[in-house]
Nanobody
């Protein structure tokens, strides 16, 4: 029902910046929330950040607060993740996920099953 495509990953040196994009399509009249997750080699997938449809509610995991910023352009149906001051421990595959229901000014809990549509991921590698 919803197509999710991440892009913008790559190789960057520690301290550098990178902007990821999450392009969505297929549900033009819904008002979904979006989240970014990441999975490092040998680790479980973990929640990073999320944003409501309106952009008025966001949530950040502690490890990226002050370094990562989530935003969205609903006219383009695209969500962005601006990453700064990157560290080697940020190396992971980054996934974008979209909720099944509408979340205009609220966001679901990070551990909930509200995120129903996932992209294939984009690789981010941060060198020392």
């Amino acid at each position: 029902q919803v197509r999710v495509v991440e892009s913008g990953g790559g190789l960057v040196q520690a301290g550098g910046s990178l902007r990821l994009s999450c392009a969505t399509s297929g549900r033009p009249f819904s008002q979904y929330a979006v989240a970014w997750f990441r999975q490092a080699p040998g680790k479980e997938r973990k929640f990073l950040v999320s944003i409501s449809w309106s952009g008025t509610r966001t949530s950040y995991t502690d490890s990226v607060k002050g370094r990562f910023t989530i935003s969205r352009d609903n006219a383009k149906r695209t969500v962005y993740l601006q990453m700064s001051s990157l560290k080697p421990e940020d190396t992971a595959t980054y996934y974008c996920a979209v909720t099944r229901g509408d979340y205009y000014s609220t966001i679901p809990e990070s551990g909930s099953n509200a995120y129903a549509y996932w992209g294939q991921g984009t690789q981010v590698t941060v060198s020392s």
